[in-house]
């Protein structure tokens, strides 16, 4: 089992940049991949990107402008966003699920969550 804690949100202006952190609990952190989703007011939660043993998978949306890492030594993944804008506010949520190399864009292929963090982007 693995736990999972965001930080790194916080309200910047259109063009800016954040960097998401997701701090994992454990020792197995190498064997789960990684996933981030967000959710906008009003909106279903949706696939932002995924890191696994064979690769990394964006959304279109965000394609080019984000990207996904991770530090097994620290037990921690990261998304960096760059070129933000208005349409990308919403919660970002980190996931973890079992590191099978495949894209899994779907929430129910994930089995821990963190607890989210905001992210506003302002025009």
């Known amino acids: 089992q693995v736990q999972l804690v965001e930080s790194g949100g916080g309200l910047v202006q259109a063009g800016g940049s954040l960097r998401l952190s997701c701090a994992a609990s454990g020792r197995t952190f190498n064997t789960y991949a990684i996933g981030w989703f967000r959710q906008a007011p009003g909106k279903e939660r949706e696939f932002v990107a995924q890191?696994?043993?064979?690769?990394?998978y964006y959304a279109d949306s965000v394609k080019g402008r984000f990207t996904i890492s991770r530090d097994n030594a620290k037990n921690t993944a990261y998304l960096q966003m760059n070129s933000l804008k208005p349409e990308d506010t919403a919660v970002y949520f980190c996931?973890?699920?079992?590191?099978?190399?495949?894209?899994?864009?779907?929430?129910?292929?994930?089995?821990?969550w963190g607890q989210g963090t905001q992210v506003t982007v302002s025009s």
């Open positions: 890191i696994t043993w064979s690769g990394t």
């Open positions: 996931a973890a699920r079992r590191n099978d190399g495949n894209i899994r864009m779907n929430e129910g292929a994930y089995a821990y």
